[in-house]
């Protein structure tokens, strides 16, 4: 059984920092291509970042947050700086192969 769990989100003021963590079972992590996604309310889910045979990021969130991956723990991290209020939504971890995987999801609330 495929399982993707986020953590790692909360509250932040502007400026702040905050790393989001996903953990993979159930499929061969490394295999994977792997990214963060993000839903605001009343937006589409948008992507963030992705860590596969190259990194890519929305030219939204560039030179501020970073992903990366530990194949060895099975997780993919995405490291967010300097955070703003329109940083604020639902962030999701994708596997992506053949098929997609989601996780539930970890609510980032950007705001003083």
Not at 24 to 46: I, V
């Amino acid at each position: 059984q495929v399982q993707l769990v986020e953590s790692g989100g909360g509250l932040v003021q502007p400026g702040g920092s905050l790393r989001l963590s996903c953990v993979g079972s159930g499929f061969t992590f490394s295999s994977y291509a792997m990214s963060w996604h993000r839903q605001a309310p009343g937006k589409e889910r948008e992507l963030v970042a992705t860590a596969g045979y190259n990194t890519n990021y929305a030219d939204s969130i560039k030179g501020r947050f970073t992903i990366s991956r530990d194949n060895a723990k099975k997780t993919v991290y995405l490291q967010m700086n300097s955070l703003k209020p329109e940083d604020t939504a639902v962030y999701y971890c994708r596997a992506q192969r053949v098929n997609a995987y989601w996780g539930q999801g970890t609510q980032v609330t950007v705001s003083s």
